[in-house]
Nanobody, 124 residues
Framework: QVQLVESGGGLVQAGGSLTLSCAAS????????RGWFRQAPGKEREFVAA????????YLRDSLQARFTISRDNAKNTVYLQMNSLKPEDTAVYYC?????????????????WGQGTQVTVSS
């Protein structure tokens, strides 16, 4: 049984920071691409960031590159999303994803494993 469990979401004021964590269990995830998507109310789910198993290749949504960082700790089977200078438009449910792949994909259909999501709310 594969499980992805997100943590670290919550309520933060605009300009603040949050770090999301996603712990994986049930399988060796060191060879998996790991990433994050988000879905705001009334909007489609969108790609946020992803990182290859080695950590050498990372890709973030263009509009988030200046504020968000993705990293991983394979020893802990955990991926992180550091979010700085948060804006109200970052308010969304953030989903952790994983898939056995050698390259990063930005479409949700490419990811087999999904967490339940964690709510991030940024107040103005």
């Amino acid at each position: 049984q594969v499980q992805l469990v997100e943590s670290g979401g919550g309520l933060v004021q605009a300009g603040g920071s949050l770090t999301l964590s996603c712990a994986a269990s049930g399988r060796t995830f060191s060879s998996y691409v790991r990433g994050w998507f988000r879905q705001a109310p009334g909007k489609e789910r969108e790609f946020v960031a992803a990182i290859t198993w080695s950590g050498e290749s990372r890709y973030l949504r263009d509009s988030l590159q200046a504020r968000f960082t993705i990293s991983r700790d394979n020893a802990k089977n955990t991926v992180y999303l550091q979010m700085n200078s948060l804006k109200p438009e970052d308010t969304a449910v953030y989903y952790c994803v994983a898939d056995m792949a050698e390259v990063i994909h930005t479409t949700s259909a490419a990811y087999m494993y999904w967490g339940q999501g964690t709510q991030v709310t940024v107040s103005s």
